[in-house]
């Protein structure tokens, strides 16, 4: 069965440290992962993707993130904090089952801290 | 490229009243399309989808329904809204693959008085 669990519903950070927001997933198949990120009284923004190719995939806004089959994780990583990276993100699993399913996971509000 | 419009931005309603709110996409052309609602401070629940013009898949028993009248538009209705109606409605569109990304509307912030 498909699931993902964002592991912090919270994660304060000071500005100019680093960010780590972490996803774990189960999957039957070999699926893609996608982070998102949600502004307030925003649609959700496309950070970045993995689809079976590199297994560190870099996404905009200088986020990064690496797919690790050993430990099914899907972790999201900032070098440096800035305020504007404060909302809301969500880890997003999608496999081939049939037809296809897409799971959201609950995601992490990110607080950052002048 | 591609874009996608939802409107109403915001919108306040009384119990017991319809509802319809308009999703349309520009710049692709047999897109799948989505209905999420996302209650305050939850994630997202994943309403309705469809593959094709005329084609629902509902995911969630409700009092709301979903249409697609044409390739590009995705229209989410109620004949009688609730209290607990009351959210944040985003659609969504993807190309037909499971490792084709969403990519979402700016919402519809409803409230139900």
């Known amino acids: 069965a498909q699931s993902v669990t964002q592991l912090d519903s919270h994660v304060s950070v000071s500005e100019g440290t680093p960010v780590l927001l972490r996803c774990n997933y189960s999957s039957s198949y070999s699926p893609s992962l996608f982070w998102y990120v949600q502004h307030p009284n925003k649609g959700l923004q496309l950070l970045l993707k993995y689809t079976s190719a590199a297994t560190l995939v870099k996404g905009i806004n200088g986020f990064e993130a690496e797919f690790k089959k050993s430990e099914t994780s899907f972790h999201l990583t900032k070098p440096s904090a800035h305020m504007s990276d404060a909302a809301e993100y969500f880890c997003?699993?999608?496999?081939?089952?049939?037809?296809?399913?897409?799971?959201f996971g609950a995601g992490t509000r990110l607080f950052v801290k002048a | 490229s591609q874009t996608i419009h939802q409107w109403p931005a915001t919108l306040v309603q009384p119990v017991g009243s319809p509802l319809s709110l308009e999703c349309t996409v520009e710049g692709t052309s047999n897109p799948n399309l989505y209905w999420y609602r996302q209650a305050a401070g939850r994630g997202l629940q994943l309403l309705f989808y469809s593959v094709g013009i005329g084609q629902i898949s509902s995911e969630v028993p409700q009092n709301l329904s979903a249409s697609r009248p044409q390739d590009r538009q995705f229209i989410l209705s109620s004949k009688k809204l609730l209290l607990s109606d009351s959210g944040f409605y985003l659609c969504a569109w993807s190309g037909p693959s499971s490792n084709q990304p969403q990519h979402f509307g700016d919402g519809t912030r409803l409230s139900i008085l």
């Open positions: 997003v699993v999608s496999e081939r089952t049939g037809g296809f399913k897409t799971i």
